[in-house]
Antibody
Framework: QVQLVQSGTEVQKPGASVKVSCKAS????????IHWVRQAPGQGLEWMGI????????SYAQTFQGRLTLTRDTSARTVYMELNSLRSDDTAVYYC??????????WGQGTKVTVSS | SYVLTQAPSVSVAPGQTASIPCGGN??????VHWYQQKEGQAPVLVVY???ARPSGIPERFSGSKSGNTATLTISRVEAGDEADYFC????????????FGGGTKLTVL
Protein backbone atom coordinates (compact mmCIF):
# COMPACT_ATOMS: atom_id res chain seq x y z
CA GLN A 1 0.00 0.00 0.00
CA VAL A 2 1.02 3.61 -0.45
CA GLN A 3 3.10 4.76 2.49
CA LEU A 4 5.31 7.64 3.53
CA VAL A 5 7.52 6.80 6.50
CA GLN A 6 9.42 9.56 8.24
CA SER A 7 12.50 9.53 10.43
CA GLY A 8 12.28 9.81 14.20
CA THR A 9 12.05 12.50 16.83
CA GLU A 10 14.72 15.21 16.87
CA VAL A 11 15.94 17.53 19.62
CA GLN A 12 18.18 20.35 18.48
CA LYS A 13 19.68 23.49 19.99
CA PRO A 14 18.93 26.98 18.70
CA GLY A 15 21.08 27.80 15.71
CA ALA A 16 21.54 24.16 14.72
CA SER A 17 20.12 22.34 11.69
CA VAL A 18 17.76 19.39 11.38
CA LYS A 19 17.33 16.95 8.50
CA VAL A 20 14.21 14.81 8.32
CA SER A 21 13.69 11.99 5.83
CA CYS A 22 10.51 10.71 4.17
CA LYS A 23 10.66 7.31 2.48
CA ALA A 24 7.99 6.45 -0.06
CA SER A 25 6.65 3.03 -0.98
CA UNK A 26 3.74 1.49 -2.84
CA UNK A 27 3.73 3.83 -5.85
CA UNK A 28 6.00 5.16 -8.62
CA UNK A 29 8.14 7.62 -6.67
CA UNK A 30 9.04 9.88 -9.59
CA UNK A 31 5.43 10.40 -10.71
CA UNK A 32 4.54 12.68 -7.79
CA UNK A 33 5.53 15.85 -5.99
CA ILE A 34 6.12 15.79 -2.24
CA HIS A 35 5.23 18.64 0.14
CA TRP A 36 6.39 19.47 3.63
CA VAL A 37 3.90 20.87 6.13
CA ARG A 38 4.47 21.68 9.78
CA GLN A 39 2.23 22.05 12.81
CA ALA A 40 3.35 23.91 15.92
CA PRO A 41 1.94 22.68 19.25
CA GLY A 42 -1.79 23.39 19.43
CA GLN A 43 -1.71 25.24 16.12
CA GLY A 44 -2.85 24.72 12.53
CA LEU A 45 -1.08 23.47 9.44
CA GLU A 46 1.59 25.54 7.68
CA TRP A 47 2.85 24.73 4.18
CA MET A 48 6.64 24.92 3.85
CA GLY A 49 7.67 23.76 0.39
CA ILE A 50 7.38 21.26 -2.44
CA UNK A 51 9.78 19.10 -4.45
CA UNK A 52 9.34 17.39 -7.78
CA UNK A 53 10.51 13.87 -7.02
CA UNK A 54 11.52 13.31 -10.64
CA UNK A 55 13.33 16.53 -11.59
CA UNK A 56 14.31 17.61 -8.09
CA UNK A 57 13.01 21.14 -8.66
CA UNK A 58 11.71 22.93 -5.59
CA SER A 59 9.53 25.81 -4.43
CA TYR A 60 9.54 27.23 -0.93
CA ALA A 61 7.24 29.44 1.08
CA GLN A 62 8.88 32.85 1.36
CA THR A 63 8.83 32.48 5.14
CA PHE A 64 11.45 29.74 4.83
CA GLN A 65 13.54 31.07 1.94
CA GLY A 66 17.22 30.72 2.72
CA ARG A 67 16.64 28.32 5.65
CA LEU A 68 14.86 25.40 4.01
CA THR A 69 16.31 22.86 1.57
CA LEU A 70 14.38 19.97 0.05
CA THR A 71 16.25 17.21 -1.76
CA ARG A 72 15.49 13.72 -3.00
CA ASP A 73 17.30 10.47 -3.68
CA THR A 74 15.42 8.61 -6.37
CA SER A 75 17.32 5.35 -5.85
CA ALA A 76 16.33 5.39 -2.17
CA ARG A 77 12.79 6.67 -2.90
CA THR A 78 13.40 9.23 -0.18
CA VAL A 79 12.83 12.95 0.19
CA TYR A 80 14.75 15.05 2.71
CA MET A 81 13.83 18.28 4.50
CA GLU A 82 16.65 20.31 6.03
CA LEU A 83 15.91 23.40 8.10
CA ASN A 84 18.81 25.60 9.24
CA SER A 85 19.31 28.27 11.89
CA LEU A 86 16.69 26.69 14.11
CA ARG A 87 14.74 28.86 16.56
CA SER A 88 12.46 27.94 19.41
CA ASP A 89 9.42 28.72 17.25
CA ASP A 90 10.49 25.99 14.81
CA THR A 91 9.39 23.48 17.44
CA ALA A 92 6.67 21.54 15.64
CA VAL A 93 5.62 18.28 14.08
CA TYR A 94 6.86 18.13 10.49
CA TYR A 95 4.93 16.14 7.89
CA CYS A 96 5.71 15.07 4.37
CA UNK A 97 2.68 14.63 2.10
CA UNK A 98 2.15 13.50 -1.47
CA UNK A 99 0.58 15.92 -3.93
CA UNK A 100 -2.38 14.94 -6.05
CA UNK A 101 -4.09 17.74 -7.98
CA UNK A 102 -2.92 20.28 -5.39
CA UNK A 103 -4.36 18.25 -2.53
CA UNK A 104 -2.36 16.17 -0.05
CA UNK A 105 -3.59 12.64 -0.60
CA UNK A 106 -1.13 10.73 1.58
CA TRP A 107 0.75 11.91 4.67
CA GLY A 108 3.74 10.64 6.60
CA GLN A 109 3.28 9.89 10.28
CA GLY A 110 5.01 13.13 11.31
CA THR A 111 8.36 13.90 12.93
CA LYS A 112 8.49 15.88 16.15
CA VAL A 113 11.27 18.45 16.20
CA THR A 114 12.03 20.24 19.46
CA VAL A 115 14.35 23.23 19.52
CA SER A 116 15.59 23.95 23.01
CA SER A 117 18.78 25.02 24.71
CA SER B 1 -1.88 36.36 0.88
CA TYR B 2 -5.04 34.36 0.48
CA VAL B 3 -6.94 33.70 3.73
CA LEU B 4 -9.31 30.84 4.57
CA THR B 5 -11.52 31.46 7.60
CA GLN B 6 -12.93 28.67 9.75
CA ALA B 7 -14.92 28.76 12.98
CA PRO B 8 -12.83 27.45 15.89
CA SER B 9 -15.39 24.91 17.00
CA VAL B 10 -18.61 23.12 16.10
CA SER B 11 -20.62 20.80 18.36
CA VAL B 12 -23.18 18.22 17.31
CA ALA B 13 -25.04 15.31 18.89
CA PRO B 14 -24.49 11.77 17.60
CA GLY B 15 -26.69 10.94 14.63
CA GLN B 16 -27.12 14.58 13.68
CA THR B 17 -25.54 16.49 10.78
CA ALA B 18 -22.44 18.66 11.20
CA SER B 19 -21.73 21.54 8.84
CA ILE B 20 -18.22 22.99 8.89
CA PRO B 21 -17.86 26.19 6.84
CA CYS B 22 -14.71 27.62 5.26
CA GLY B 23 -14.79 31.19 3.94
CA GLY B 24 -12.50 32.70 1.33
CA ASN B 25 -12.61 35.46 -1.26
CA UNK B 26 -13.83 34.07 -4.58
CA UNK B 27 -13.46 30.55 -3.22
CA UNK B 28 -15.86 29.46 -5.94
CA UNK B 29 -13.00 29.76 -8.42
CA UNK B 30 -10.73 27.43 -6.46
CA UNK B 31 -10.63 23.72 -5.73
CA VAL B 32 -11.23 23.14 -2.04
CA HIS B 33 -9.87 20.15 -0.17
CA TRP B 34 -10.72 18.97 3.36
CA TYR B 35 -8.68 17.07 5.95
CA GLN B 36 -9.59 15.31 9.16
CA GLN B 37 -6.99 15.24 11.92
CA LYS B 38 -7.61 13.18 15.04
CA GLU B 39 -5.67 13.81 18.22
CA GLY B 40 -2.02 12.83 17.86
CA GLN B 41 -2.40 11.64 14.27
CA ALA B 42 -1.48 12.89 10.83
CA PRO B 43 -4.19 14.57 8.74
CA VAL B 44 -6.29 12.46 6.36
CA LEU B 45 -7.83 13.73 3.12
CA VAL B 46 -11.61 13.32 3.33
CA VAL B 47 -12.83 15.48 0.43
CA TYR B 48 -10.92 16.79 -2.61
CA UNK B 49 -11.82 19.03 -5.54
CA UNK B 50 -14.75 20.50 -3.62
CA UNK B 51 -16.89 17.37 -3.38
CA ALA B 52 -15.00 14.20 -4.38
CA ARG B 53 -14.29 11.49 -1.82
CA PRO B 54 -11.07 9.47 -1.75
CA SER B 55 -11.35 5.71 -1.67
CA GLY B 56 -12.25 4.49 1.79
CA ILE B 57 -13.94 7.69 2.99
CA PRO B 58 -17.58 7.10 4.02
CA GLU B 59 -20.37 8.64 1.98
CA ARG B 60 -21.38 10.50 5.15
CA PHE B 61 -18.64 13.02 4.28
CA SER B 62 -19.55 15.49 1.55
CA GLY B 63 -18.38 18.87 0.31
CA SER B 64 -20.09 21.81 -1.36
CA LYS B 65 -19.58 25.47 -2.22
CA SER B 66 -21.85 28.49 -2.39
CA GLY B 67 -20.76 32.09 -2.82
CA ASN B 68 -17.62 32.73 -0.79
CA THR B 69 -18.06 29.68 1.42
CA ALA B 70 -17.15 26.02 1.08
CA THR B 71 -18.78 23.57 3.48
CA LEU B 72 -17.86 20.12 4.72
CA THR B 73 -20.97 18.23 5.78
CA ILE B 74 -20.85 15.11 7.93
CA SER B 75 -24.13 13.22 8.09
CA ARG B 76 -25.14 10.82 10.86
CA VAL B 77 -22.23 11.95 13.00
CA GLU B 78 -20.47 9.30 15.08
CA ALA B 79 -18.25 9.62 18.13
CA GLY B 80 -15.28 8.64 15.95
CA ASP B 81 -15.76 11.75 13.81
CA GLU B 82 -14.55 13.96 16.65
CA ALA B 83 -11.46 15.67 15.24
CA ASP B 84 -10.03 18.87 13.80
CA TYR B 85 -11.06 19.62 10.23
CA PHE B 86 -9.01 21.83 7.91
CA CYS B 87 -9.93 23.27 4.52
CA UNK B 88 -7.19 23.96 1.96
CA UNK B 89 -6.76 25.58 -1.46
CA UNK B 90 -3.94 26.37 -3.83
CA UNK B 91 -3.35 30.06 -4.52
CA UNK B 92 -0.44 30.91 -6.82
CA UNK B 93 -0.27 34.52 -5.61
CA UNK B 94 0.17 33.67 -1.93
CA UNK B 95 3.46 33.38 -0.13
CA UNK B 96 2.31 30.00 1.17
CA UNK B 97 0.82 28.82 -2.13
CA UNK B 98 -0.87 25.87 -0.48
CA UNK B 99 -3.14 27.62 2.00
CA PHE B 100 -4.88 26.05 5.00
CA GLY B 101 -7.76 27.34 7.06
CA GLY B 102 -7.18 27.63 10.78
CA GLY B 103 -9.15 24.47 11.49
CA THR B 104 -12.46 23.64 13.19
CA LYS B 105 -12.67 21.37 16.20
CA LEU B 106 -15.71 19.10 15.87
CA THR B 107 -17.03 17.96 19.25
CA VAL B 108 -19.53 15.11 19.39
CA LEU B 109 -21.73 15.71 22.41
Amino acid sequence: QVQLVQSGTEVQKPGASVKVSCKASGYTFTNYYIHWVRQAPGQGLEWMGIINASAGSTSYAQTFQGRLTLTRDTSARTVYMELNSLRSDDTAVYYCARDRSDAFDMWGQGTKVTVSS
Amino acid sequence: SYVLTQAPSVSVAPGQTASIPCGGNRIGRKSVHWYQQKEGQAPVLVVYKDSARPSGIPERFSGSKSGNTATLTISRVEAGDEADYFCQVWDSRSDHAWVFGGGTKLTVL
